[in-house]
């Protein structure tokens, strides 16, 4: 890894009976929208800051569907589980540590979850290691419209664990300059310009200035995850390249309309990092792949922020694996 971030950290998510959102200090990491059973660890790196982080779980114990209003219902019931760990990888010595905040099922006869010692493989839960600990408490909330990929939304809980790093993991770079939003017919309009910005960079095979758009996503995205020395080795050395943001893709994949109605106000507006960042999902800048009206398409899922000047600028691209 060379003077890179040698560490890797990554969150194990096992879930029975829930549709989930995951996010880490309120930023988007992944969806899943299997309800009967979900494992998946995805890299959280990319979301942590120094010292206290909050891993947060919007999750909707799905039991059904209305047949005359078609609204999804959830309740906490038996059959609802959720177990978590986080793990810590150096890349040069091969070590792990990790910790396992959170194993609970729910009691129904109780009317609460039920906390298990141990970890599915019989062993006690561990909360602390040398880079890595937790208190193991958690916190658990109502949590309406969860928003997932398809821009379909459910209404159900959120529970929120804390953590410790202690790595020095560089800010964000938007940390100081992203102000607070609030959701009015205004900041939807500004939002749309926004997509409408980029989109149109893509449209016009501007490559250069999607590049300056994203630079420090991508450099971030070099620093803690890959060898590579900057933003441009980085995007250079993914499959495509730049190339991957042209109105035609090197695969024939070709730029649609912007993904979205006539309406700004039934856009589903996701706001993140407690209303500091905002996107519209679905992701409306796609790509359909070969041949035309194949329905397989790629996305460009950018988050954006709003500078205390007034401009707009991309935060994040929310890959979601």
């Known amino acids: ?48 800051r120094p010292g206290r982080n909050t891993l947060s779980l919007l999750f909707s114990p799905v039991t059904g569907q209305d047949p005359d209003t078609g609204e999804y219902r959830y309740e906490l019931h038996n059959g609802v589980a959720i177990d978590i760990a986080i793990e ?3 890349w040069t010595t091969q070590e792990r540590e990790r910790i396992h905040p959170i194993r609970i099922r729910y009691n129904e006869a109780e009317g609460k979850f039920e906390h298990l010692e141990l970890t599915a493989g019989g062993e006690e839960r561990a909360l602390e290691q040398p880079h890595l600990r937790s208190d193991g408490r958690m916190q658990l909330s109502e949590f309406d419209n969860i928003i997932f990929g398809g ?36 900041l939807r309009r500004e939002l749309r310009d926004a997509y409408q910005q980029i ?42 390249g730049l190339a991957g943001y042209e109105r035609v893709g090197p695969g024939g994949e070709v730029l649609q309309p912007l993904y979205w109605g006539d309406n700004p106000q039934e856009d589903q507006v996701e ?11 679905p992701n409306p800048i796609l790509w359909e792949h070969p041949p035309a009206g194949s329905e397989r398409f790629a996305s460009f899922p950018v988050v954006f922020y709003k500078t205390r000047d007034g401009e707009w600028r991309v935060a994040d691209v929310a890959t979601g694996i």
């Open 1 to 48: 890894m060379a003077n890179n971030f040698e560490n890797r950290y990554n969150a194990y998510i096992h879930t029975e009976g829930s549709a989930w959102s995951l996010r880490v200090n309120d930023i988007f990491i992944r969806d899943n929208a299997k309800v009967a059973y979900a494992d998946y660890s995805p890299n959280i790196g990319m979301n942590l």
């Open 88 to 90: 810590r990888y150096q």
């Open 151 to 186: 821009g379909w939304t459910l209404d159900g809980y959120r529970l929120d664990i804390t953590f410790t790093v202690d790595d020095p993991i560089p800010p964000f770079h938007w940390e100081r300059e992203a102000v607070v939003l609030e959701d009015s017919p205004e």
């Open 199 to 240: 989109h149109g960079l893509i449209s016009r095979n501007d490559t250069e200035a999607i590049f300056r758009e994203v630079e420090p996503v991508w450099a971030r995205t070099a620093y803690l995850l890959t060898e590579e020395k900057s933003a441009r080795d980085f995007i250079e050395n993914t499959q495509h």
């Open 271 to 281: 706001f993140l990092d407690n209303g500091r960042l905002v996107r519209i999902r």
